[in-house]
């Protein structure tokens, strides 16, 4: 219930993009409906994986149970994310910005990078909800840790 607002708050009203990833759905949900109360024009973008998917903390909406709170017509557009693209990107957070992020950050992120590809000027907003500790003894750091002093 709060998180739109802090949003709307915290950027003057300058939003022109809301990203987050689809997991419980109620970030995007709940965020998603008070940003398009404020301003019907913000777009709603949400990122789910695709089928058979590793990355922890999101769902793909074909294969899982649908949250009740789950309605689509809040979103204005949903693209998918592989494996690859969202633990490249976490890992990249983590190296060049400092960022230590888990893989569901890592795959709004990564959706974010390409959007912001597409427009000449505007405002993303981007929720990156996890944290790379939990991940440290997966795949996902561990090229990353083998670098590391002891």
């Known amino acids: 219930e709060t998180t739109g607002i802090e949003i709307i708050e915290q950027t003057n009203g300058d939003i022109d993009v809301f990203i987050a990833g689809m997991g419980t759905t109620g970030t995007i949900m709940g965020a998603g409906r008070r940003l398009k109360e404020f301003n019907s024009n913000i777009q709603i973008l949400g990122v789910e994986p695709f089928l058979g998917h590793r990355i922890q903390g999101l769902k793909n909406m074909t294969e899982s149970i649908v949250p009740k709170i789950y309605d689509p017509s809040y979103l ?25 992020v888990g893989m569901s950050s890592g795959a709004a992120m990564w959706a974010a990078l390409k959007k912001a590809k597409e427009m000449k000027e505007g405002t993303i907003v981007v929720i990156l909800p996890d944290r790379g500790d939990r991940y440290l003894s997966t795949a996902l750091f561990t090229s990353i840790c083998a670098k590391c002093p002891p």
């Open 76 to 100: 204005d557009d949903k693209w998918n994310v592989s494996d690859d693209d969202a633990f490249d990107t976490t890992r990249a957070l983590a190296i060049k910005e400092g960022l230590f």
